[in-house]
Nanobody, 122 residues
Framework: QVQLVESGGGLVQPGGSLRLSCAAS????????IGWFRQAPGKEREAISC????????TYYASVKGRFTISRDNAKNTVYLQMNSLKPEDTAVYYC???????????????WGQGTQVTVSS
């Protein structure tokens, strides 16, 4: 069973930064692509980014607008999402997911982590 644990969320003021972590257990992270999604209350799930198993292929989706950076450290079995210049509209629960291929559609992923809450507010 794929097990992913998101962490690093919290309360941050507009313009601030956070680094989210996605830690894998029970499997080798370097065998999977990892995607980041977010979902705010009353809104649809939104794709953020995806990174290949090797890390050489990275996709950023339209909502990121150049402010987020995805990376992975396979030695630590962890994927990161660096978020800069945060805005109130970035407030959401952030999830990481694993699969064999990247997709911008959440329905293409089978296993979801617990999510971590990010709140951007002054």
């Amino acid at each position: 069973q794929v097990q992913l644990v998101e962490s690093g969320g919290g309360l941050v003021q507009p313009g601030g930064s956070l680094r989210l972590s996605c830690a894998a257990s029970g499997f080798n992270l370097d065998d999977y692509v990892i995607g980041w999604f977010r979902q705010a209350p009353g809104k649809e799930r939104e794709a953020i980014s995806c990174i290949s198993s090797s890390g050489w292929s990275i996709t950023y989706y339209a909502s990121v607008k150049g402010r987020f950076t995805i990376s992975r450290d396979n030695a630590k079995n962890t994927v990161y999402l660096q978020m800069n210049s945060l805005k109130p509209e970035d407030t959401a629960v952030y999830y990481c997911v694993a699969d064999r291929l990247c997709s911008r559609y959440g329905s293409d992923y089978n296993d979801w982590g617990q999510g971590t809450q990010v709140t951007v507010s002054s």
